[in-house]
């Protein structure tokens, strides 16, 4: 969520017990507020300005608000598609202000919040982005653990594991939270089995939304080695665990097969590449990557060199992923050398013209591999272009700038300028401009950056603004 220069200020505030409101537009941003009222709990609304309330959020209930005051509301984000509006002096004022931090936590022990963990009464339970059912984000299964939140009409609000809208006969109270321990990792649970985790850098362990594989939300929160965890519920084929996801028991077994289904990206073009969502990095063409769930809109995917290295994770359309090992895809990677030394992070992993902290060098003249390239979320022609590369010993690495790569074959691929365009000696707007290109010009690509593309024209090698440029 968004934050201020107020955050620091209100966190100290609250920690020395002192419930903060909002005090009208002068604050601006957003903040955090606990519900807490004489009542069941703080109404919602479906704006600012409706007379009937759209639901109720229950005492104990904590979350960030928008504190742009409209009305005497200020908005409460719920899930991507569906944000109520909330009034903070009567959802909050009614908190004890306890200065003695003893009595204080003495207090949030006992005193019970509205808020309660609820377990899931059938299989396949779907969570809905919207009390009017807008679209299924998720599917748990029977038994799993929810906190519950609020209620809007037939339906429950409910956070970990997932934000979203459940229907009220599907879930049965489990367990009665209060203020001190409603948002905790254990849903007020003790004495917890304790498990191992097992994983590698090459057969990773990702946490799930669902213990039912179908979720649109994912812990990204990639683990590469042995991690010691405690189980919630034991759901069949599944366990939840303690930081509110999912794992298959596979993997708490040192002997289990531990991988996951694996895939191979294909494009349409020959030279498009798949934009990796909840990420920065867009793969070329038969990169293979590990599928830690699937939806039907969704997959949730995992790479890493065959050695390892850099790993990412996000999600991406099904469509643009391959299973069948037979299928001939493409190879979308392009094969260039290092131009000149560049120093590395202290990991290795990471290469550019200067790091504060080297941890040694790649030399000039080392051969790489082209799998993608990272979004700087700018198209600015003095951003550098990052590249995702691997290694001959089959490490992914970043490479910083797109100067410092030599295409080491032609691709005989073409791209045609979209409008007149200059053609520079470096990837650089204060670069020598070697030609003006008029528009609806082929130039042969050599390696396609997302700022800056290194072509060929008229023999001579320079560099294109990619935005400038039509690929195949």
């Not at 899931?120 to 059912?133: C, G, K, Q, R």
């Not at 791209?415 to 670069?431: C, F, G, I, W, Y």
Request: aromatic share 10%; net charge negative.
């Amino acid at each position: 969520m968004r934050k201020n220069g107020w955050r620091l200020l209100l966190v100290l505030m609250l920690a020395a017990g002192i419930m903060v409101l909002a005090a009208g537009s002068a604050l601006a941003g957003w903040n955090d507020v606990t519900v807490c009222t004489d009542g069941d709990g703080a109404p919602v609304y479906a704006s600012s300005g409706a007379s009937k309330k759209a639901g109720i959020m229950y005492n104990g209930y904590s979350s960030g608000i928008g504190l742009d005051e409209v009305n005497g509301r200020y908005d409460l984000w719920l899930t991507s598609d569906y944000t109520v509006w909330i009034d903070s002096e009567k959802a909050g004022n009614r908190r004890p202000v306890i200065n003695n931090y003893d009595a204080r936590k003495e207090w949030e022990a006992k005193e019970p919040a509205g808020v309660f963990a609820g377990e899931i009464l059938e299989d396949d339970i779907p969570v809905y982005s919207a009390p009017n059912h807008k679209h299924i984000t998720a599917k748990h299964a029977k038994g799993t653990l929810v906190r519950v939140c609020g209620e809007f009409g037939d339906d429950y609000y409910i956070e970990a594991p997932n934000r979203g809208f459940v229907a009220k006969k599907s879930v049965k109270k489990a367990i009665d939270l209060t203020f001190a321990n409603w948002n905790d990792n254990y849903f007020g649970q003790t004495d917890l089995t304790e498990a191992t985790v097992y994983a590698t850098e090459t057969q990773p362990v990702v946490c799930s939304a669902s213990a039912t594989g179908y979720s649109e939300e994912s812990y990204f929160q990639v683990h590469t080695e042995n991690w010691q965890t405690k189980i919630l519920r034991d759901l069949g084929d599944w366990v939840q665990i303690d930081d509110d996801g999912f794992l298959e028991k596979r993997f708490l077994d040192p002997e289990g097969d531990h991988s996951h289904p694996a895939a191979r990206v294909k494009t349409d073009g020959k030279l498009d590449r798949l934009i990796v969502h909840d990420n920065n990095v867009k793969l070329v063409s038969g990169v293979p990557v590990q599928v830690i769930s699937q939806t039907k809109d969704w997959a949730v995917i995992f790479l890493t060199g065959p050695n390892g290295g850099m790993y990412e994770t996000g999600v991406v359309k099904p469509e643009y992923l391959s299973f069948d090992a037979n299928e001939q895809i493409r190879d979308g990677s392009t094969k260039v050398r290092l131009t000149r030394e560049l120093q590395g992070d202290e990991s290795m992993l990471y290469f550019a013209e200067t790091k504060r902290k080297p941890g040694g060098t790649i030399p000039a003249g080392t051969m790489l591999k082209v799998k993608g390239v990272y979004s700087s979320g700018s198209s600015e022609s003095d951003q550098s272009d990052r590249f995702m590369c691997e290694t001959e010993d089959g490490k992914y690495i970043e490479v910083d700038g797109g100067e410092f790569l030599e295409p080491l074959e032609s691709t005989g691929l073409m791209a045609t300028a979209r409008q007149a365009v200059r053609m520079r000696e470096a990837p650089s707007p204060d670069s020598k401009v070697l030609h003006q290109v008029k528009v609806k010009t082929k130039v042969e690509v050599l390696l396609r950056g997302e700022i800056w593309t290194m072509v060929k024209y008229r023999d001579e090698v320079g560099y294109m603004m990619s935005r400038y440029l039509s690929f195949p």
